[in-house]
């Protein structure tokens, strides 16, 4: 299974690296500014004079960071005008960029805004499929149906810039998640094991998705489900049978004979009924199985405190069997952000024993948030960049 915040990448950059000039032309600016230590300064003085709201600093794209492109533009667009006032600042500004794609007008920034409003959904979803403090798997299905309907709108939109980058993106969408075959069955079986969605949300999505064979679908994930139910019974009961053959050898207290005496002089009345009751509460438990009665209960409300793991480790006991398969299947990772990016910072691989040291440092219960760390790897790079400056000055 492929790393699913490398495909919804892979699908932004096939839409976005020929999206528009525009998007080149910012590209051009900033990397213009970030190119010298002097040329940064002069724009962040700039905009303190323009009081722009906003700290975040000046990224630049690269094709193997995730979001990047989004990332500079939405940090980009919200200093329109201090780019314009740059202009007049430094004469070798206008100059550089015209050799290249030129400067960035009114239009471009309005088509740079566009292409963000764009990009803003696809970054909240790396997000959401690059989380590490949190089971995920079961959002994997949910994620490749947001992503269908994202581009599925942006190529009825109107506009035919952006229905230019949903066609690309569509194309790039079909090879990896377009074709019900590369689809893995575990996908599946993570939703039904999500008791917000069970089997009627997956029902909607494989509709959505394949329309088709939709019912073909649903009935090969319903009976793979219960073939694989049937071999976690065999496994979990036969390790019980184990414990209780053990647990057998011990001898326990034989009942003494005035509890014998007592059971003897209870009244014998309501036999056939009690039988009766017992019958039918042992026949309507052997109809059905352990996993049709967690599939037969109501879904769970959807809200933002839900804890899924927290409600299987509560419910373990009613559902044994269904609860040892769906930590089985949630614990399958979909991502290799969280073990990629804790080796690699900004492109320097990094000492482990550094990296230890820093994960602990940090250690928190709080979801980390990816930007303020690019934000504060950019503030290093800029402070090395004027140090080698003062250096290089110095050794002349």
Sequence with gaps: MR????????????????A????????????????????LFKFNHRAEEEMVGTKAH?????????????????????????FEAYVHDDHNFFLNLSAGYGVPICDDWENVRRV????????????KVSGSL??????????????????????????????????KMNDKYKK???????????????????????????????????????????????????????????????????????ESNFPTRAPSSSENEIDQLKPKIGLV???????????????????????????????????LLLWWKVNSPRFPIVAQMARDVLSVPISTVASESAFSTSGRVLDEALVCTQDWLRRSKDPINLEEYVEELQNIDDELSVLSTVFEEDEA
Excluded at 9 to 18: A, C, R
């Design 3 to 18: 790393c699913a915040a490398h495909i919804i990448n892979l699908i932004v950059q096939e839409g976005v690296k020929d």
């Design 58 to 82: 000046l990224c630049l794209d690269v094709p193997t960071r995730w979001n990047s492109t989004y990332m500079m533009l939405n940090v980009a667009e919200k200093y329109e005008c201090v």
């Design 20 to 39: 528009s000039i525009s998007v080149d032309r910012v590209r051009g600016a900033v990397r213009y500014i970030r190119a010298s230590p002097s040329r």
């Design 134 to 167: 949190h089971v995920i798997f079961n959002t994997f299905f949910e994620v490749v149906t947001d992503v269908h309907c994202l581009i599925d709108g942006c190529k009825h939109c109107g506009d035919l810039d952006i229905m230019s980058m949903a066609s």
């Design 273 to 307: 009924m009690q039988q009766y009751m017992k019958k039918k509460q042992r026949v309507g438990l052997e109809s059905k199985s352990e996993l049709d009665r967690y599939l037969g209960e109501y879904c769970e409300n959807n809200s933002d405190s839900f804890d």
């Design 176 to 246: 990896y998640w377009g074709d019900s075959k590369v689809m893995n069955l575990l996908i599946y079986l993570a939703v039904i094991f999500d008791t917000r969605c069970k089997i009627d949300f997956l029902a909607f999505g494989v509709n959505l998705l394949f329309p088709t064979i939709a019912d073909d679908i649903i009935r090969m994930v319903n009976r793979e489900l219960h073939y694989l139910f049937d071999e976690y019974s065999v496994i979990i009961e036969g390790n019980h049978h184990m414990n209780v053959e053990f």
């Design 116 to 127: 963000t409003k764009v990009l803003e959904p696809f970054h909240e979803l790396t997000l």
